[in-house]
């Protein structure tokens, strides 16, 4: 696929985005005094279910400052660019600046390359990441840019609602209840970014220090592999703990599209590299089938720091350990199973968090552990 850097001539926008980015950080033919306040990033494709009610949440900001709506439209098949064209004139008249194109594929190309054309063409200070299937409630732009003048160097998310109501519940809970120090120590949870990509507020010199999306094929997590890369180069991680968008969940949204095992990839490998690299001996939370996965994909320097898997479960604790079948070594290892309070921390949790009734927040809280010391969720 060719790279957001690479000259393209689209539908809309004929030029090299990366230079234009590098040079003025603004559109050609547009003075350096015009580059706007913020830049509201929206990918898009096939869009037009819900787009009115989108654009007029943009329509409907109370932020006293500059903004530009930029639109990238990856070869959507309905109306979608129709509807956004058609919005330009009240949108211009609030003095949201439109920025609109798009490519006539056959097939789209990505989320990542949807999001890296649309920031390519933009020219705000700051980025506000849209979808175009959500909706902002009217103090978002306002309450991130604040923020993010004092973070400059952080993503910024909110709090949310789900629609429909009670869709993905555990996950909604998660994403609004999830302390500060939390964003932090459970990055790596099969829940993904402790800040959800559809409400990313950053400046644009954070995120041209980070790097560009991935543009890899359908079914890469563009949102946790950059993600993963802002931590990696010593950014932030805050919350404005109101809630700013309403996040839709239906069955065409591209997170469906996401492997879990290349999920899981991403985070078994950040995870031995941020934490049990820096330990010289660890324990696995979880003797079923989650723990022992876990104990399998790691490397195998990582493997014979496992001193020991725990549980509450007595049939497991009853086996006495584990071993290794796959394993090439001769004898196979064999890894104790303890009960949790026979066990000594650090521990990897490989239980779900909000899955056991509490039971598993009362084990850790009675063992008087810190999180983020002692502990770290993986699962």
């Known amino acids: 696929m060719e790279s957001v850097q690479g000259s393209e001539v689209e539908s809309g926008v004929s030029t090299n985005p990366h230079k234009r980015l590098c040079t003025a950080n603004n559109r050609p033919g547009t003075a350096l005094s015009e580059v706007v306040d913020v830049s509201i ?34 070869a959507s098949t309905d109306d979608s660019r129709k509807v956004v064209e058609a919005w330009r004139q009240k949108l211009e008249g609030r003095s949201i600046s439109v920025v609109i194109s798009g490519h006539n594929s056959e097939q789209p190309r990505g989320v990542g390359y949807a999001k890296n054309k649309a ?13 175009a299937d959500d909706v902002m409630l009217p103090q978002r732009v306002q309450l991130q840019y604040k923020a993010s003048v004092f973070h400059s160097n952080s993503l910024i998310g909110c709090r949310v609602q789900r629609l ?17 120090d939390q964003l932090l120590t459970q990055v790596y949870t099969s829940h993904g970014p402790t800040v959800i990509m559809p409400t990313w507020f950053c400046s644009r010199h954070w995120f041209s220090n980070v790097g560009w999306f991935s543009e890899e094929s359908k079914g890469v997590p563009e949102d946790l592999i950059f993600f ?37 990839n991403l985070r078994v490998g950040f995870l031995q590299e941020r934490v049990i690299s820096q330990w010289e001996s660890f324990t ?34 009853d086996k006495g350990f584990y071993t290794y079948e796959d394993s090439k070594e001769k004898p196979k290892p064999k890894i104790p199973i303890l009960h949790y309070k026979d066990a000594s921390p650090p521990f990897i949790i490989c239980v779900k968090l909000d899955m056991t009734g509490g039971l598993l927040e009362e084990n850790l809280k009675s063992l008087q552990l810190k999180e983020g010391t002692d502990f770290f969720h993986f699962n």
């Open 284 to 317: 696995i939370w979880n003797a079923g089938k989650q723990g022992r996965k876990l104990y399998r994909y790691l490397n195998a320097t990582n493997q014979k720091k496992v001193k020991a898997f725990c549980d509450v479960d007595k049939n497991k604790i």
């Open 228 to 264: 993963y890369q802002s931590l990696r180069q010593g950014g932030g991680v805050t919350r404005v703990d109101q809630c700013l968008v309403v996040y839709r969940y239906h069955e065409k949204a591209t997170t469906h599209s996401v492997k879990e095992e290349t999920i899981w």
């Open 164 to 180: 429909p109501e009670g869709s993905t519940e555990r996950y909604t809970r998660w994403i609004n209840t999830i302390t500060q």
């Open 119 to 131: 920031v390519a063409q933009s020219c705000g200070k700051y980025l506000c990441f849209q979808d």
């Open 41 to 74: 990033i929206m990918p898009m494709y096939n869009a037009s279910l819900w787009l009115v009610e989108c654009l007029q949440a943009i329509f409907d900001q109370d932020f006293t400052g500059s903004m530009e709506l930029s639109v990238f439209d990856d």
